[in-house]
């Protein structure tokens, strides 16, 4: 426990134009998948946030007009009053918790596609759509900006109506008009809102104006602005143009909420950023500038570097997304001096690939996250034991540490076996690679939690086979022997055409390279029909060793999977600064001792590519034998294969696996299938 008065600070409270934050905690807004499309979903998500302690909890973006369709993104909509109702349901979650609600309305711009709508693309110039689509956006005349300026301050009036508190202009992330509008690249025009830095302004102030004369009386007007593009000279600098437009409309807003653009420089994973509070330098200088206060992020998660950050005068207010959505109750636990209790964020970007992939939110570190409303989970509380007492955990990897934990929380007594010296499993492992070692977060959370609980007993170096399971008499077994990576190069592609490995070819597979096998002497190959993350991290880690290696892959470019991730374009430039050889569209055919033959996916010509050892990242074998020589044996009241073991898939996707089996023990069957997925669903109503 820490004394809570060391943070006393954060939980001071915060005026925000004719409203008051309750303390110095703001959920800024990001995406989670819900929108318009799971409203229900939307509200219990971010109704958790401010049960959790944060003051100010904010929408995503929220979609004005037909004109900014984001489909097929489930982003939320306020295009007339029928979206009233089911915004209310999240300001109404929001202030059941003492907590203001905010909205942020937007207009992408160019970077709506309007897919559903079909409506004409809107941009200040004629250009290409933010999109590999072919379709273009088209100037926007003096009564387009008219009707767009209708449109903003329509959707502040019915924000205002819905219960929101504090009411957004975005000109953030390169993702909106008013950005577009400030952006000399962007913005081509010759009339009075073109040309000259005021004259970019102009639309951004009218903006602010415009809300500020609709609702400022009763809502506080925050501004979202991205005051560095990380362009360099070929962008907006925060020491520049970025400053100057903090200057030109420094007390129109009641809040700054300022950030750095586009999306993967102010969500970068840790892998390319590993600090914490990484936007300090860029954002400081904005409170010297104007009264109103000031929210930054940076992926956040120390309580004392977010003290120091308000002592320093550099914010206000502790902006998050992704810490919030590893731990909504994160603000409680500092106030309750619970600072070890804290699920920290790893800066993995799980939660960005949900929503570029147009899901529900997920998060590798809280495996309750988007399951609030659809499985009424909350992280904090989970329900007593039953009619059981006990339960044996076998391999502490990410599934077995979460579920091992989650049924300690339920009061059983848990016995946890890992194999290996140290718990943590393919977590420990990965974090050991280059840009990962946050991913060890995931582990130390679930250890610490374990070592304060009497009722777990925690065995490294235990290697069971089903005798010994037998012989400990523990009817209730769950079984997380996670996966090993297959030495036959068969994966995504090689399924249709099974490589040929010569038995004197030198093969690696993951596993080597992170248990500590050093490839040979001479060139590497990196073949990866993974097609995920791990394969690219591999060959960084080799190529800084000083091997030659050479990264071959069917994909079209290197790693396509960390697209959702924000970070293909860093992993590909990363990759080519540290000298690898690049070999995309290429399919492995046969493997021998001194080279790599493979195939071009789209043509079939042939090519040798020299090699003297292997590294093959393509699937996973499930580790299932004690699974089954238990079942085989029988006499238990349980027994449940969980994680890689069951399905091989990411980190996030083994906790989950072992948070749902802890939660579902003792659980009637029935009751299991009726709750497996609750959906919303369309009223048919006239």
């Not at 929408?59 to 489909?71: A, G, M, R, V, Y």
């Not at 960390?562 to 070999?583: F, H, M, S």
Request: charged share 25%; proline share 6%; with cysteine.
């Amino acid at each position: 426990m820490t004394d809570a008065n060391t943070y006393a600070v954060l939980f001071e409270p915060v005026r925000i134009g004719p409203v008051t934050a309750r303390n110095r905690f703001y959920q800024v807004p990001h995406c989670n998948g819900m929108g318009h499309v799971r409203p229900r979903a939307e509200a219990a998500n971010r109704g958790m946030k401010a049960e959790g302690g944060w003051a100010v909890v904010s929408t995503q973006e929220t979609e004005i007009h037909p004109t900014s369709d984001l489909s097929p993104f489930a982003e939320n909509r306020l295009w007339d009053e029928r979206d009233i109702p089911a915004l209310r349901l999240m300001t109404e979650a929001v202030h059941a918790h003492g907590a203001l609600a905010a909205i942020e309305l937007a207009h992408n711009g160019n970077h709506a596609q309007n897919l559903f709508s079909r409506a004409p693309v809107f941009a200040p110039s004629d250009m290409s759509l933010d999109y590999a689509i072919p379709k273009q956006a088209r100037a926007m005349d003096k009564a387009d900006i008219r009707a767009f300026r209708r449109w903003h301050r329509d959707a502040a009036l019915r924000a205002r109506d819905a219960g929101f508190d504090v009411i957004y202009v975005y000109a953030g992330h390169r993702m909106t008009l008013a950005q577009h509008f400030l952006l000399p690249h962007m913005n081509q025009r010759g009339d009075e809102y073109g040309g000259s830095l005021e004259n970019r302004v102009r639309l951004t102030r009218e903006l602010l104006e415009d809300t500020r004369e609709a609702v400022g009386d009763t809502c506080a007007v925050a501004f979202r602005f991205a005051v560095d593009e990380m362009l360099g000279a070929d962008g907006m600098q925060a020491a520049e143009e970025g400053r100057a437009v903090v200057e030109l409309l420094a007390e129109l807003p009641d809040l700054w909420d300022v950030n750095v653009c586009d999306w993967p420089n102010d969500s970068v994973t840790t892998r390319f950023q590993p600090q914490d509070g990484y936007q300090n330098d860029y954002i400081a200088f904005v409170k010297a500038v104007t009264s109103k206060p000031v929210v930054g992020v940076g992926r956040l998660t120390s309580p004392d570097q977010m003290v120091s950050m308000i002592r320093k005068g550099i914010v206000d207010l502790i902006g998050a997304a992704r810490p919030s959505i590893a731990d909504p109750f994160l603000p409680r636990k500092i106030e309750e001096g619970r600072i070890d209790e804290i699920r920290e964020c790893i800066g993995c970007n799980i939660c960005v690939s949900a929503d570029t992939q147009g899901v529900p939110i997920r998060c590798t570190q809280n495996p309750t996250m988007g399951e609030e409303w659809r499985r009424g989970w909350h992280p904090e509380k989970i329900a007593p034991k039953g009619r059981e007492e006990a339960a044996l955990v076998i391999g502490a990897g990410p599934a077995g540490l979460e579920c091992a934990m989650q049924l300690a929380r339920r009061g059983y007594e848990v016995t946890l076996a890992e194999a290996r010296a140290e718990a943590g499993g393919r977590v420990l492992r990965e974090s050991a690679l280059p840009g990962l070692a946050a991913w060890k977060r995931v582990a130390d959370y679930r250890l610490n939690d374990l070592a304060q609980r009497a009722n777990v007993r925690l065995f490294t170096e235990s290697r069971l086979d089903a005798d010994a399971v037998l012989e400990l008499g523990i009817p209730n077994v769950f079984v997380a022997t996670g996966a090993t990576w297959r030495r036959d190069g068969i994966g995504r592609t090689g399924q249709r055409r099974p490589p040929v490995i010569d038995p004197a070819a030198r093969v690696l597979t993951p596993d080597d390279i992170m248990d500590g096998r050093t490839p040979p002497d001479g060139p590497v190959a990196i073949y990866d029909d993974d097609q995920a993350y791990l394969a690219g991290v591999l060959a960084e880690r080799l190529a800084e060793a000083g091997h030659h290696v050479a990264f071959v892959t069917p994909a079209s470019v290197v790693s396509p999977w960390t697209d959702l991730t924000l970070e293909q374009a860093r992993v590909q430039a990363r990759l080519i600064k540290l000298g690898v050889e690049i070999r995309c569209t290429r399919q492995m055919l046969a493997l021998g001792p001194d080279r790599m033959r493979t195939a071009c996916i789209y043509s079939g010509r042939e090519e040798d590519i020299p090699c003297a050892s292997a590294v093959l990242v393509t699937e996973r074998h499930r580790d299932t034998a004690l699974y089954d020589a238990l079942r085989d044996r029988g006499g238990f009241r349980t027994l449940e294969l969980i994680g890689d073991a069951a399905s091989p898939g990411l980190i996030a996707d083994a906790v989950y696996s072992g948070h749902l089996a802890a939660r579902n023990f003792e659980r009637d069957p029935g009751e299991i299938d009726r709750d497996w997925f609750r959906r919303e669903m369309v009223a048919l109503e006239p």
